[in-house]
Antibody
């Protein structure tokens, strides 16, 4: 069974940093593109970032503004999102998802990040 | 900045047919945007329904179908059921490794 499990969500103050993790199992992780998507409480889904199977190609939504870094460890079947200079507006549930066929195929259950002073 | 538009809300009667759309603030949606559709119920992760415009994801009932209608992507639910009451999101690939979600449509079945 394909499974994604996010972790690392926390309550932080503005300006702090956080690293989210996504553990993958049940499929060939090293062969898939991967995405991070977030959802503000009570609001819609927003694409954050994606990474190629070998980790050499990445891209980010404009609002990230150089503050986030996506990475992966194919040997450990892990996806990461390093988030720096966090702002209140980054408060959201963050989902990782597999990226096949230009879509987000399988999603994790999400991990909650709250940024508040 | 490109905005992906969806109807904020829609309602359908049980057994009825409803078509939700996904447009662009500037320009037309085409198959080159690889439209995909997701269903989300409160407190749950999204579920992929349709990808590459009209391909159903594994296990998705055939009452869900995707298409291009005019200048928009469309998700049609034929024979709506009570458990179709959910939020529905579309995503468009805008090229250069960028995806954008629509704002979502809250579907009520009553």
């Amino acid at each position: 069974e394909v499974q994604l499990v996010e972790s690392g969500g926390d309550l932080l103050q503005p300006g702090e940093s956080l690293r989210l993790s996504c553990a993958a199992s049940g499929f060939t992780f090293s062969g898939d593109w991967m995405h991070w998507v977030r959802q503000t409480p009570g609001k819609g889904l927003v694409w954050v970032s994606y990474i190629s199977p070998d980790g050499t190609t990445t891209n980010y939504a404009d609002y990230v503004n150089g503050r986030f870094t996506i990475s992966r460890d194919n040997a450990k079947n892990m996806l990461f999102l390093q988030m720096d200079s966090l702002r209140a507006e980054d408060t959201a549930v963050y989902y990782c998802a597999t990226g096949r066929t230009y879509a987000m195929d399988v999603w994790g259950q999400g991990t909650a990040v709250t940024v508040s002073s | 900045q490109t905005v992906v538009t969806q109807e904020p809300a829609f309602s359908v009667s049980p057994g009825g047919t409803v078509t939700l759309t996904c447009g662009l603030s500037s320009g037309s949606v085409s198959t080159n945007h690889y439209p995909s559709w997701y269903q989300q119920t409160p407190g749950r992760a999204p579920r992929l329904l349709i990808y590459i415009t009209n391909t159903r994801s594994s296990g998705v009932p055939d009452r869900f179908s995707g298409s291009i209608l005019g200048n928009k992507a469309a998700l049609t639910i034929t024979g709506a059921q009570a458990d179709d009451e959910s939020d529905y999101y579309c995503v468009l690939f805008l090229g250069r490794g960028t995806w954008v979600f629509g704002g979502g449509t809250k579907l009520t079945v009553l």
